[in-house]
């Protein structure tokens, strides 16, 4: 109906309520009857209304009756009574899953941990998902195809062009558990991607659509990005949610805090998106050379620490190049004390930017190149739109990825997410990804061999 709405020169009606959602999308419909909407002014009635409908009401005020005073909303996901807004995230978050799932996938590349998790994200809606081996089986089965993102081959791509299949890749969300994908923990947000992947800049990617579009919001429609700021602030939610320590040793005075988080060195985003620093080490060595009187605050990254992915830096480099190796620490509070943040793609600059926090980036994450960053990698030259925070943010975070409720099940808003991670509910781990895991761990000086089988 909405698009209705845009190219109708004219609405007519009885009583039905989409008179009423032709008021919201800007026109005056005509009624024959006496629906709830008519009578205010803001409809043209061809019936006698009640004489006691006498006011001339702007339509924010016939909303405000109609969908805030006169109604009683309830929270699917707390299980409690809230306002409209609420359930407007709830039924858009729904209502996306429905519209985007309801035909089914063809899954290729989704590893057999991943697929419990997945199917919940994606399975929920009627559509079934069929998981494939072979390629060519998928692109001819006649639903859409979704591939983990780092394992599109382009012997899928071709195949999907020539059956005119959409191709989609999936990947981890943003904000997405407590615990690392590394150690089988499931996620509660993935992203779905018809264009390209958010981590390759090489591409053009529906991220970076969302982003360049978000600039030109209106201030109103950016309102709930900057209250998931404050959220996030609050909360110290974070991507993994992992806690830790968060002291530092002193300071010495005149010296500014630069926070250098380390990353996989094998990660796709590192892959894809570094430029002359591919490695910590380099990454370390280029922080020193641009702060060289700084007190530079090293944090490994906790799939490295835990002894699960490429990484590692030589105690005698860590010991030549930073002033302090913050092990098992907490990123939240490490950002509290930094006056800077240098890094090539980590999330944890997205993170930073929430909190106010100087970034450097040395390669093209997907933040970088709006005007929000010191950009010293190359950023693609398609990057010119300049939006602000609120809208990187409300394209990253809420336009972007996928949610799942781990209590309920159901599709749900950023927001519930941001509930559900800050206070642990519904987070607990499958007993069997758990014995997986800790075979993972014993097995972790293995770890080329166990990251080559996934």
């Known amino acids: 109906?909405?698009?209705?709405?845009?190219?109708?020169?004219?609405?007519?009606?009885?009583?039905?309520?989409?008179?009423?959602?032709?008021?919201?999308?800007?026109?005056?419909?005509?009624?024959?009857?006496?629906?709830?909407?008519?009578?205010?002014?803001?409809?043209?009635?061809?019936?006698?209304?009640?004489?006691?409908?006498?006011?001339?009401?702007?339509?924010?005020?016939?909303?405000?009756?109609?969908?805030?005073?006169y109604p009683a909303w309830y929270d699917p996901y707390r299980d409690r009574l809230c306002p409209v807004e609420d359930v407007l995230g709830a039924l858009e978050a729904q209502a996306?899953?429905?519209?985007?799932?309801?035909?089914g996938y063809a899954a290729v590349g989704i590893h057999a941990w991943k697929r419990t998790h997945h199917t919940a994200f994606f399975g929920g809606q009627g559509g079934r998902i069929g998981y494939f081996e072979n390629v060519e089986k998928a692109a001819t089965d006649g639903r859409p195809v979704q591939v983990w993102a780092n394992r599109e081959s382009p012997e899928l791509g071709r195949a999907c062009e020539r059956t005119g299949r959409a191709l989609l890749r999936v990947e981890d969300g943003?904000?997405?558990?407590?615990?690392?994908?590394?150690?089988?923990?499931?996620?509660?947000?993935?992203?779905?991607?018809?264009?390209?992947?958010?981590?390759?800049?090489?591409?053009?990617?529906?991220?970076?659509?969302?982003?360049?579009?978000?600039?030109?919001?209106?201030?109103?429609?950016?309102?709930?990005?900057?209250?998931?700021?404050?959220?996030?602030?609050?909360?110290?939610?974070?991507?993994?949610?992992?806690?830790?320590?968060?002291?530092?040793?002193?300071?010495?005075?005149?010296?500014?805090?630069?926070?250098?988080?380390?990353?996989?060195?094998?990660?796709?985003?590192?892959?894809?998106?570094?430029?002359?620093?591919?490695?910590?080490?380099?990454?370390?060595?280029?922080a020193r050379r641009l702060h060289?009187?700084?007190?530079?605050?090293?944090?490994?990254?906790?799939?490295?620490?835990?002894?699960?992915?490429?990484?590692?830096?030589?105690?005698?480099?860590?010991?030549?190049?930073?002033?302090?190796?913050?092990?098992?620490a907490d990123p939240v509070a490490l950002l509290e004390r930094a006056d800077r943040v240098v890094t090539v793609t980590s999330t944890l600059g997205f993170e930073a930017m929430l909190r106010g926090v100087p970034v450097t980036t040395l390669g093209a994450p997907f933040y970088a190149g709006w005007g929000l960053t010191n950009d010293l990698g190359r950023i693609p030259a398609r990057r010119t739109a300049?939006?602000?925070?609120?809208?990187?943010?409300?394209?990253?975070?809420?336009?972007?990825?996928?949610?799942?409720?781990?209590?309920?099940?159901?599709?749900?808003?950023?927001?519930?997410v941001v509930d559900r991670l800050s206070r642990g509910d519904g987070l607990s781990q499958p007993p069997r990804l758990r014995l997986l895991a800790k075979l993972q761990g014993w097995l972790s000086g293995y770890g080329w061999r166990w990251w080559k089988s996934r």
Do not use: M
Not at 47 to 64: F, K, S
Not at 305 to 322: H, M, N, W
Not at 404 to 412: G, K
């Open 174 to 286: 943003f904000l997405r558990s407590r615990g690392l994908g590394a150690e089988l923990v499931p996620p509660l947000s993935l992203v779905q991607d018809d264009l390209g992947i958010y981590y390759d800049p090489a591409r053009d990617s529906r991220l970076e659509r969302l982003i360049a579009d978000a600039a030109t919001l209106a201030h109103a429609r950016l309102l709930r990005a900057e209250r998931l700021i404050e959220a996030l602030r609050r909360t110290h939610v974070t991507k993994y949610n992992l806690g830790g320590e968060g002291t530092l040793p002193e300071i010495p005075a005149g010296r500014q805090v630069i926070l250098v988080p380390g990353q996989v060195e094998d990660d796709a985003s590192v892959l894809f998106g570094a430029d002359e620093a591919t490695t910590n080490v380099e990454l370390l060595r280029t």
């Open 386 to 416: 300049r939006p602000s925070l609120a809208a990187l943010v409300h394209a990253t975070l809420i336009a972007y990825p996928r949610y799942h409720d781990p209590v309920t099940a159901l599709p749900c808003p950023v927001e519930v």
């Open 1 to 69: 109906p909405w698009r209705l709405f845009e190219h109708a020169r004219a609405v007519y009606t009885v009583s039905s309520q989409l008179g009423f959602e032709a008021i919201l999308a800007g026109h005056k419909p005509v009624t024959f009857g006496t629906p709830f909407y008519a009578g205010w002014g803001l409809t043209d009635d061809r019936r006698p209304v009640p004489e006691r409908r006498g006011r001339r009401l702007t339509r924010a005020q016939l909303v405000a009756a109609a969908l805030i005073l």
């Open 292 to 328: 060289p009187r700084g007190f530079l605050v090293y944090k490994p990254h906790p799939d490295v620490e835990a002894g699960l992915r490429d990484g590692a830096v030589p105690i005698e480099t860590l010991v030549d190049l930073a002033d302090h190796v913050a092990t098992d």
């Open 96 to 103: 996306r899953a429905w519209r985007e799932d309801r035909k």
